[in-house]
T-cell receptor, first 113, second 114 residues
Framework: AQKVTQAQTEISVVEKEDVTLDCVYE???????LFWYKQPPSGELVFLIR??????QNEISGRYSWNFQKSTSSFNFTITASQVVDSAVYFC??????????FGAGTRLAVHP | NAGVMQNPRHLVRRRGQEARLRCSPM?????VYWYRQLPEEGLKFMVY????????ESGMPKERFSAEFPKEGPSILRIQQVVRGDSAAYFC????????????FGQGTRLTVV
């Protein structure tokens, strides 16, 4: 069975701190995709990244970076120099053969000034 | 190219009424997925449809819930005889194909049952 675990329910940091959100997944598929989405207080889902299972290169986009480690089935997300606007719920998700997404329970990030 | 459009954005229904949620996929997309997000929880898959076909409804409650994606027009998620526990955000996503393509989400419909 496929499963995504986000063990951190809530994280609270002060602005400019770095923060890492953990994501561990389970799947028997050899080909799969991993995603991160942001859900701000307004409620919509904002796509952040998609990574396929064959690409273990880490990725950096501005203050965001992602560390994909197949050996530990983890796809962690780091925000560098956090800002108040980063406050949101962040979801990690996994997909198999088609685009049905399995979401983690989410991590609520609060960035305080 | 407009994104995935869901309407209404907010819907209030009294217990026992019917709720109809609409999802217009992105242009060129023939695959639609519905997800439900209960308060303070993650999103849970409900149903996957292609035009005129239900492909996977493993996440749909057995009673009162139905979904369709007709040849013409939007996909509809229908909830009959709503109860307070149906209060949630319902998200729709669409994709152009079944595999190796990214699904794009709409802004969701927030259903409140009073």
């Amino acid at each position: 069975a496929q499963k995504v675990t986000q063990a951190q329910t809530e994280i609270s940091v002060v602005e400019k701190e770095d923060v890492t959100l953990d994501c561990v997944y389970e799947t028997r598929d050899t080909t799969y995709y991993l995603f991160w989405y942001k859900q701000p207080p307004s409620g919509e889902l904002v796509f952040l990244i998609r990574r396929n299972s064959f690409d273990e290169q880490n990725e950096i986009s501005g203050r965001y970076s992602w560390n994909f480690q197949k050996s530990t089935s983890s796809f962690n997300f780091t925000i560098t120099a956090s800002q108040v606007v980063d406050s949101a719920v962040y979801f990690c998700a996994l997909t198999g053969g088609y685009n049905k997404l399995i979401f983690g329970a989410g991590t609520r990030l609060a960035v305080h000034p | 190219n407009a994104g995935v459009m869901q309407n209404p954005r907010h819907l209030v229904r009294r217990r026992g009424q019917e709720a109809r949620l609409r999802c217009s996929p992105m242009k060129g997309h023939s695959h639609v997925y519905w997800y439900r997000q209960l308060p303070e929880e993650g999103l849970k898959f409900m149903v996957y449809l292609q035009k005129e076909n239900i492909i996977d409804e493993s996440g749909m409650p057995k009673e009162r819930f139905s979904a369709e994606f007709p040849k013409e027009g939007p996909s509809i998620l229908r909830i009959q005889q709503v109860v307070r526990g149906d209060s949630a955000a319902y998200f729709c996503a669409s994709s152009p194909g079944q595999t190796r393509s990214q699904a794009f989400f709409g802004q969701g419909t927030r259903l409140t049952v009073v």
